[in-house]
């Protein structure tokens, strides 16, 4: 029998990946059977299973993917002196992750993003999801931690925040702006650089005291 090559093996979890993540945000987790997995990867029940044991490990898997994406893209982020302005940052990293996933399409509309929407709505009855997602957010938010942590140490941001909030806040907007596009239609990346880059330029209180004081 001919030895099948890793390059065949990583372009079949590709493809079973891809069909589950597609039933998924079709029609949610629960009313995905992975007999419908099976259909929409065109694969047998041995194919597929030989690579996943049921709908758990594919969402599991699937999370664990993007997850792992944002977070290598934030921590290399965090190694470079400077790093990317905040704007420049979350639109580089958020469109190469939905770049990567442009080809998931429901009808000729992205289906990442409901797919994003339905993995929170499993979360409170999934422990092992929300172990990865749990670990997935932390070592994100870590890592946005010590890009604000360089900010303020090159002076280009106010030093009287707690990196931990604005760390959070990033993730808050990035969260945000994929539900939006979950419920309201798609929308380029662009859209949330250009908001952070006008909200970046309003000046704090300090700044605004002194202009008013000009005028």
Not at 60 to 65: D, L, N, R, S, T
Not at 155 to 162: K, S, Y
Not at 171 to 182: H, K, P, R, Y
Request: glycine residues 8%; charged residues 20%.
């Amino acid at each position: 029998m001919a030895r099948v090559s890793q390059e065949h093996l990583d372009a079949r979890r590709r493809q079973i990946l891809d069909a589950a993540a597609l039933c998924f945000a079709r029609n949610g987790f629960h009313a995905t059977s992975m007999q419908d997995v099976l259909k929409e990867a065109d694969l047998s029940a041995g194919a597929v299973y030989r690579y996943f044991s049921g709908k758990e490990e594919l969402i599991a898997a699937i999370v664990g993917e993007v997850l792992g994406e944002v977070q290598t893209a934030f921590e290399a982020a965090a190694r470079q002196s400077p790093p990317p302005r905040p704007d420049q940052l979350v639109a580089s990293v958020l469109g190469r992750t939905l770049g990567l996933r442009e080809s998931l399409t429901l009808d000729g509309v992205p289906a990442f993003p409901r797919l994003v929407v339905q993995v929170w709505t499993e979360v409170p009855r999934n422990d092992e999801l929300a172990a990865v997602l749990g670990k997935g957010y932390a070592a994100v938010r870590a890592a946005w931690t010590r890009i604000v942590e360089a900010y303020q140490e090159e002076g280009t941001m106010r030093p009287d925040i707690a990196p931990d909030h604005v760390a959070r806040t990033m993730i808050a907007a990035v969260l945000g702006f994929i539900a939006q596009q979950s419920l309201f239609g798609p929308a380029p990346v662009e859209v949330l650089r250009d908001g952070l880059r006008a909200l970046m330029s309003v000046p704090g209180p300090d700044r605004a005291s002194e202009g008013s004081q000009l005028g």
